[in-house]
């Protein structure tokens, strides 16, 4: 019983003195470790993480959320979208998503995407694999009963920057930030239109002809103007390629943080 009790104390002994040096062994006080975040891009302050993860993220390369006027039978009518690098397997990746949803369209699913939803939130996931690893693409449509009518990450936007033109109806409002070359922010609205493409030409000609790089691009697909104004790559286009309710008009504000 006393060797026991000798060999207690000199392990508590000796314990004690390995706490004692190693808080004072070079004088300084070492700080607490921090959490080690992922590189790229944050995700957007409302982005529903609980719902749906980033499976070993290593870099968010993009995220978004768009807010649209009708209902999309895939993925809803407000959407947040992720695209981000992970160390993961394809195989693994695939497992954990399945794993997640509540139910999954088969059809619309193979071997690197996913069609399915998480209770009320219907997801899509698309992989493939890149130099760095595997690149992965997350959307997240919204509950209707969280559906919104203005894109609250649109507070920045300097609504005068680009004047619209020929606006019908609604159509879209999306809001992205990425990592491409350089941190990007990216506005963009699109509307219905029932002007034609010489009207767009005539309007956009008067108005931006004298516009710092001024490019203007045209094609089968429709015609587009791009400039910079006041620090933003402004864009604005009308696609002549049909669509329900008739043309569309893409206005697009993108400037480099």
Do not use: H
């Amino acid at each position: 019983m006393k060797n026991y009790q000798k060999v207690l104390v000199a392990a508590t002994f000796v314990m004690a003195m390995m706490l004692f040096m190693g808080a004072c062994s070079d004088g300084v006080e070492k700080p607490p470790a921090t959490e080690v975040k992922p590189e790229g891009v944050e995700l957007l302050s409302g982005y529903p993480e609980d719902i749906l993860p980033l499976y070993n993220n290593v870099k968010i390369e993009s995220v978004g959320f768009s807010v649209r006027a009708d209902y999309n039978y895939t993925v809803g009518k407000d959407i947040y979208s992720v695209s981000y690098l992970s160390s993961a397997s394809a195989q693994d990746t695939m497992k954990y998503y399945r794993g997640l949803a509540t139910s999954i369209d088969e059809e619309y699913s193979t071997d690197d995407s996913l069609s399915a939803s998480i209770g009320e939130n219907p997801i899509g996931v698309n992989f493939f694999e890149g130099e760095n690893g595997l690149e992965v693409s997350l959307t997240l449509g919204m509950k209707p009963s969280e559906y919104v009518t203005v894109n609250p990450y649109f507070s920045d936007y300097p609504a005068d920057l680009i004047e619209p033109f020929g606006r019908t109806t609604f159509f879209e409002q999306g809001y992205e930030v990425r990592d491409a070359r350089g941190m990007e922010t990216i506005y963009t609205e699109t509307y219905n239109t029932d002007s034609n493409k010489e009207d767009f030409r005539a309007f956009y000609s008067s108005k931006y002809d004298g516009a710092e790089n001024l490019n203007i691009q045209e094609d089968e697909y429709g015609l587009t103007y791009q400039w910079t104004s006041r620090g933003f790559t402004c864009r604005a286009s009308i696609s002549t390629y049909g669509g329900p309710g008739g043309d569309f008009v893409t206005t697009i504000a993108n400037i480099t943080k």
